[in-house]
């Protein structure tokens, strides 16, 4: 028996739907029966702009867009997704798009509406139990339908996924890209227990890794490397907007050293809705830093709501991890309005050696704490009927917080007075961070579809340090210290227009022409005196009478005045882009682009794509690109000095601007552009129904690539330091344009979906990625480097880049769902990876700092969940099924057992993570 709420709400509904069918308010009603009687009213052409979406909003925006009143059953669609839908159509052009390849149907009714069922539905052409969207509603009605749900949605990277990155054309699908894209959907991104963005990239697309490793004041950037290359150069945009990069250098760290990435752990993985992977270089149609490829983070902007809850920690019962998550869309007007809001906490976790040192459990090496929230909001308004008001806005706040290395009770940097026991310097890192973004877009004279936007960011790194000393200040100094902060600013100015052109080809060519200003700032904001000043102190008595002792907070000393400022720089560019079907089966396109720099001046770009599809589900394509990333104002103006270990010693090291007078005396240039050259080439099978097989080999040609340079050291650099006014330095490095290197590589991606059997759904995938990279030219030493016998790009920094990421990556993954049942599997090789030693094999000096590498290793992802009922689903799951770890370094390499485990890994040193969550929809 039904209980008295549950028939209240029947009774609701069916009040609610009579109302409407029987249209209480005939004024009201009139206009939407009068266009749909006729049958001619579904070829009236409309200009829709439908984003990809849930199916039962994007059928209501259809409504909303044609004047068309829609007919169908929530549960039939509720589990589908569509593809983008935007341009001039005829209103049943637009549904066919809408519903093409999913278990649907259309029909007309006797009073001219549209009825969208299952084709599993053998009920008439107006069941009983349907929702009615309707031009004059801004939110649909549901009635409860008796009948069972329809399938589980199709995994968003089918080769009948729309997209919108790489192309500029509408209607472009996965498979009739002429350049490799991966589409990772909403409900890919659920089936995780990594929530944050750049970790659930890292465990779907198999060309990307992962990197959680960096020294000093690096520990809390993530970064991410797509093809084997540096993760600055990937562009990342967010709804087809350039995303900033963080303030934070990644220094001091493994293969991403020296670099100041777009951070997506700022980016709250509930408010996207797909991601789009563009594997290939774009920089002629996006401009700097896509030498690898682009990822576009998609966000929601429909009327769906979630929330969820997720609780876990690792195999060692630390690490322990919470994420709280919440989005609701919102009908403003003709309007949508979507928030998206995520609060998180992430725990420390410890995996040091004892420190042979004082043969105790006192280093802290491990994952570093932080607790923060992540905020968007997306926004569109249509403005009548040719014109369309956007805006998105992200906010973070973020605070990290990690032990740098153990200093001990009789070390030079330490007191017994202060630290009996010695100390582990304590480093917070507090993010401040937003981005806003705003433009109209629409169709203007001639049929011109144009995009005017302009969006601003900014972000803040402050640094903090506590159980530390400036030990030149004394035993009576302070042991807090203010180390300063870092900032950077974006504006960023879009026109976009494109238009089709009939010009007596197989279709209509797209022309699309382009301008962009963006203006960019680098702050460095001075420290405490007291975190880096020279106290002069000198002890009278003790092992240290009569010796100066170190100069500066210690694990990160502060950022001096003389270091801190302000820089800017602007550019411009131009762009121009064509693609079109020459011929039924063959697609073209070709981009150029010319930007402008205030600081190092012109480039030009150009880029041409080719597919040919001669045999129905077979095609070929390819694509030839230059490119070039323009050196960050990080790169350019970065100072500051941190401790770390080289070859077993804790030394203060400082990075040093081109443009000092300490890097120019060591042969230090003005860095230039990077320059690239693309080729790939790749075919797509579609012949078997469900099943899509895509390959592509590709070759990046880098050329005076920026590198941080080795550790330079010896009498000829503390002199060059000293007359520079370095005094608490025993070594730098700066940035170089000294290298070049080529990267070939391999991708592979398979996808079936198995018939619905008794057994239930089964989605199956295999995909993969090997590459290499070589140098293939370095530069001749500078004089001064060569007379030291000091190399700049030595064996360290050239391994980190042909060896420090995996050569091959195989992800293997099957979904399964039955009735409220669903399982995920996923199993991920990674290939080995080695951490490089400065020192040749046969060397004394190598025995005692060797090569380290990890040796290849399998992840098991297991996840299972239950739908306890409509809106509700729980779930329980590991990363890292088995605890795999890394292979431990060598004693040599530990740091005095500060850091066992190898962090080369892609995968962390943490360990498995096990966790619940629970998901709410509504």
Known sequence: MQSPVHNSRLAIRSVLLVAILGCAAPALCAPAFAQAQSAGAMGQKHLFDIPAQDMNDALLRLSQQSGLRVLFRYEAVSNLRTGEIKGWFSTRDALEKLIAGRPLRMSLTPSGAVVVMSVTNKASVQPAGLVVASSTTSVSTRVPDPEPAAAPERPAGDSDTIIVTGTRATGRTVTSSAVPIDVIGKAELQTSGKQSTRDLLGTLVPSINVSSSGAGASFAVKTLSLRGLSSDQVLVLINGKRRHNTATMFINGTTQSGQSPADLDLIASNAIGRVEVLRDGAAAQYGSDAIAGVINIVLKNDLSGSASLLGGATGSGDGAQGRMQLDKGFAVGAGTLHLSVEGYNQGHTYRSAINPLVNADVNKGGQPGVIGANGVVDFEMPLGENATLYSYDTASYRQADGWLTYRTPTANTNYVELFPNGYSPHLFLTDYDYQASAGVKGTGPAAIKYDLSTNYSDDRVLYNETSALNVSLGPTGPTHFYIGKLGTSEWTTNLDLSRPVDIGLASPITVAVGAEYRRDSFTIGAGDPT????????????????????????GVTGFPASTAGSWSRHSWSLYGDLEGTIIKGVDLGLAGRHEHYSDFGDTSTGKASLRVELVRGFALRGTASTGFRAPTLQQEHYSSASTINVSGVLLPVQALPVDTPAAIALGAKPLKPERSVNYSVGAVFTAIPRLTVTVDAYQIRINDR????????????????????????????????????????????????????????????????????????????????????????GRTRQGDFTQGTPRSKIIGTVNWTKGAMSAMVRATRYGSVTQTSTYYPGTAAYAAAPDATVNPKTLIDLEVGYQLTHGIKITAGANNLFNIYPDKLPTGLQGNGFQLYNAYAPYGFSGGFYYGRVNFSF
């Open 706 to 793: 920026i590198l941080l340079s080795e550790t330079l050291q010896g009498t000829t650099v503390l002199s060059v330091l000293r007359s520079a006014g370095i005094l608490s330095s025993a070594g730098g490095f700066y940035f170089s344009n000294a290298a070049s290197t080529r990267t070939r590589g391999l991708d592979v991606v398979a996808t079936y979906r198995v018939p619905e059997t008794a057994l239930g759904s089964f989605n199956l995938s295999l995909s993969g990625n090997f590459n290499k990279t070589i140098f293939t030219h370095i530069d001749d030493l500078p004089p001064v480097l060569k007379s030291a016998g000091l190399v700049l790009i």
């Open 531 to 554: 975190s880096y000043v020279n106290g002069g102190y000198v002890s009278t008595s003790g092992p240290y009478a009569g010796v100066l002792r170190a100069v500066g907070s210690q």
